[in-house]
């Protein structure tokens, strides 16, 4: 199976700019920038690749969370995740991304704490998300609510 997303972009890297769409249609002509990227802390002056990332991150981690809550006879009845990508300058020039770290606040009843963390430990480790940031630290905050 293959996914796909396309980016456009015009100018150089600090005063040009682009749009991003895919192939579901949730983005169509989606802008990204410099600023938007580097510079606007309030993340509202458009989307950035960071932000895709972490957006990716959280819906895999949960949709395999929600699977193996369920496997174990406990679905879940809401998965709060946010995932956060942390990324700034590299020692040797540029950009990286360092972390994604996910957050997560849960509602599953009839499960206990340990199984509760020794699933969402799994999630963390199997969703093919985290596997592909396998070059990154990747931490879990799992907490039932």
Request: with cysteine; glycine share 12%; hydrophobic share 35%.
């Amino acid at each position: 199976m293959n996914r796909h997303a396309t980016a456009i972009w015009q100018g150089a890297l600090k005063d040009g700019s682009g749009t991003l769409d895919m192939q579901s249609g949730a983005f169509s002509k989606q802008p990204y920038s410099f600023k938007g990227r580097f510079e606007d802390e309030s993340g509202k002056s458009g989307t950035n690749p960071e932000e895709l990332i972490a957006a990716a991150h959280a819906g895999c981690f949960s949709m395999q969370l929600s699977h193996l809550l369920a496997e174990n006879g406990t679905p879940a009845e809401k998965l709060d995740t946010k995932a956060t990508v942390t990324y700034g300058p590299a020692s040797g020039g540029g950009f990286e991304i360092t972390e994604s770290a996910l957050k997560l606040s849960a509602n599953v009843p009839g499960i206990d704490e340990a199984k509760f963390k020794e699933l969402a430990e799994k999630a963390k480790t199997g969703c093919p998300v985290s596997k592909a940031l396998g070059a990154i630290k990747v931490t879990l905050d799992a907490q039932l609510a």
